[in-house]
């Protein structure tokens, strides 16, 4: 996928003149003041909003207040003029690529988004990528008054990922994730291993541990000092040297399906990082020019609601047509 030029900024005499003063809705309710002033002063400078904070010019309730004050909905909230960073203007995602994330949309409620994501698009901007899918959404998407990731996906992952348009859904949402039981968010991938996958390996319990290894880049390993790591998964279908599998992470660790699925001795095609280049290549001439790993299904409970919402998103197609050209055994 294309990338789209970084951004560049310059600081301009640009000072937003006027007093503002906001009152707090529940939705807003619960952050801290520091938080709700860089989310809404976005091209004000980090050291400036502290300075600010520190110097008394932010009041809540006309009265002086912390960094780490958490706002109650009611409150009014005075912010002073500041002086803004002019940026150049974002780079514009394609006509194809709206498209494409207009007909992707899985799931929408006043609250929350599902999208099924594309593969080789970034959920985010950084790291030499300056247009990601979160970035995309709020051009396609100027009068949403909040758009933020709910959790994430690699960037060659596809499938289901959730945006929420509330701060109430993103709390929700990430306390559900964190939750392990049965009202806890269940999340199911898809993914093309190498070889016979044993049936009877149905759980693989092995803590995992991170580490960078240079510029940035991060390897995970199956180490006793690693975080408890839990995966469960299904045998989907045989091919002649390969296995469809469902793997259903239980805890939330990087690169886990990945890295678990390489220590049962069966890593993923695709895999740059934990597979094998001589498999790799050979499947690329069959077409699967990426990591074969899709997020399959969703299913979350949604605020004062006891029946689970299930979001499913198809494998898509360059994944698909190759997979039906294997032979099954």
């Known amino acids: ?34 938080n709700f002033l860089m989310a809404r002063l976005k091209r004000v400078p980090k050291s400036r909003v502290y300075n600010i904070l520190r ?16 706002l109650l909905a009611g409150d009014i909230v005075r912010i002073p003029p500041v002086r803004l960073v002019e940026q150049a203007a974002p780079p514009q995602p394609s006509n194809v690529l709206t498209r494409k994330l207009e007909q992707a949309v899985l799931f929408e409620n006043d609250g929350l988004l599902v999208i099924n994501k594309p593969p080789g698009l970034a959920v985010h901007g950084g790291s030499g990528v300056s247009l990601g899918l979160i970035e995309v959404l709020r051009q396609m998407r100027p009068d949403a008054r909040y758009l933020e990731l709910v959790h994430r996906l690699d960037r060659d992952t596809s499938g289901c990922i959730m945006i929420a348009k509330k701060r109430s859904m ?15 968010v269940r999340k199911v991938y898809q993914a093309l291993v190498i070889g016979a996958w044993p049936v009877d390996c149905r759980r693989v319990d092995a803590p995992l541990l991170k580490s960078e290894i240079g510029n940035g880049e991060r390897i995970v390993k199956v180490n006793p000092a690693g975080k408890p790591s839990l995966t469960e998964f299904t045998v989907l279908q045989a091919y002649r040297d390969f296995t ?27 895999d740059e990082k934990y597979g094998r280049d001589d498999i790799n290549e050979d499947m690329q001439q069959l077409g699967i020019k990426r990591l ?9 409970y949604l605020p004062d609601q006891s029946v689970l919402t299930i979001v499913k998103a198809p494998l898509t197609p360059d994944l698909a047509e190759p997979l039906a050209r294997l032979s099954a055994c």
């Open 1 to 34: 996928m294309k990338k789209a030029s970084p951004k560049s900024h310059v600081v301009a005499d640009i000072t937003l003149a006027q007093v503002q003063f906001i009152e707090i809705d529940a939705d807003q309710a619960g952050q801290r003041i520091d």
């Open 244 to 270: 469809l599998i469902e793997a259903r992470p239980i805890t939330g660790r990087t690169h886990q399906i990945r890295v678990h699925a390489q220590y049962v001795g069966h890593s993923l095609v695709g």
């Open 292 to 300: 074969f790993l899709h997020a399959a299904e969703l299913g979350f």
């Open 55 to 70: 110097k008394g010019e932010v009041r809540v309730n006309k009265g002086r207040c912390k960094p780490d004050y958490k």
């Open 170 to 184: 993103l709390r929700h949402l990430q306390a559900a994730l964190r939750n392990k039981g049965q009202s806890g």
